[in-house]
């Protein structure tokens, strides 16, 4: 069983690796849109209507996507005052009641999002000509990869491998 969730950490320790490229390179090509866009507004004097809706659209990806490599990576804020007067085996109830809810708030990007992009499929992003549904798509998947990360690190603390390596007993980051 130990086997299992080590290859399932690689498996998803790529898929994370694979969201942040894509948050990277969402983030770069927002960058090169919005030069455009200033460059054409005030060089050119004709400002392109595709540029900032498109922008918005990749915003979405590399803020979600990224948000769940920063559920998987423990980088978001977090209250950690407890973790360091507590003992260990606390510690390792309150991360799995911290990983429940950050999974529940992940179900509900799903579920949420699907309802959005459902509501909104059949209109149409005017200058981009795509469904409106699909500015909600980042939700959809971010929800499911922070859904991924969530419970790799419950069922990696329930198989006993190191997740809370973090946090030693003394309290001190490494």
């Not at 900032?52 to 990749?58: C, K």
Request: glycine fraction near 12%; charge should be positive.
């Amino acid at each position: 069983m130990r086997g299992f969730w080590l290859g399932a950490g690689r498996v998803l320790s790529g898929l994370a690796r694979l969201a942040l490229w894509i948050s990277g390179a969402g983030l770069t090509l927002m960058t090169i849109i919005i030069f455009w866009q200033v460059f054409s507004r005030y060089v050119l004097n004709r400002s392109p209507s595709w540029t900032e809706p498109f922008s918005v659209l990749l915003m979405g990806w590399f803020i979600f996507l990224g948000a769940a490599v920063g559920v998987r990576e423990r980088t978001h804020l977090g209250f950690d005052v407890l973790l360091y007067v507590l003992p260990v085996s606390a510690k390792a109830v309150l991360r799995s009641i911290s990983d429940l809810v950050v999974l529940a708030f992940g179900a509900g990007m799903i579920v949420y999002g699907v309802q959005l992009a459902r509501l909104t499929w059949n209109t149409v992003m005017p200058s981009l000509a795509l469904p409106g549904g699909a500015s909600f798509l980042p939700v959809i998947l971010g929800g499911a990869l922070v859904c991924l990360f969530s419970l790799e690190r419950l069922a990696g603390r329930f198989a006993g491998l190191p997740v809370d390596a973090d946090i030693h007993a003394t309290g001190e980051e490494p």
